[in-house]
């Protein structure tokens, strides 16, 4: 879910294809339809996480 959505989005501005203040506004807008594609699932590993 959010991880590769996230992934997805970043991939996208690494690839020049959208801006670094995308990602921000699609994460405010919490409108699945701003998201693009999800990354695959494989070779995901969530690390770690900090509250």
């Known amino acids: 879910g ?4 996230i992934a997805g989005a970043l991939a996208e501005v690494g690839r020049g294809r959208k801006p670094v203040r ?12 701003m998201a693009p594609k ?3 699932a494989g070779g995901l590993t ?3 996480v900090i509250y």
């Open 2 to 5: 959010l991880a590769r959505s």
């Open 22 to 33: 995308w990602v921000a506004d699609v994460l405010k807008a919490r409108d699945r339809r």
């Open 38 to 40: 999800t990354a695959p």
């Open 46 to 48: 969530l690390m770690e």
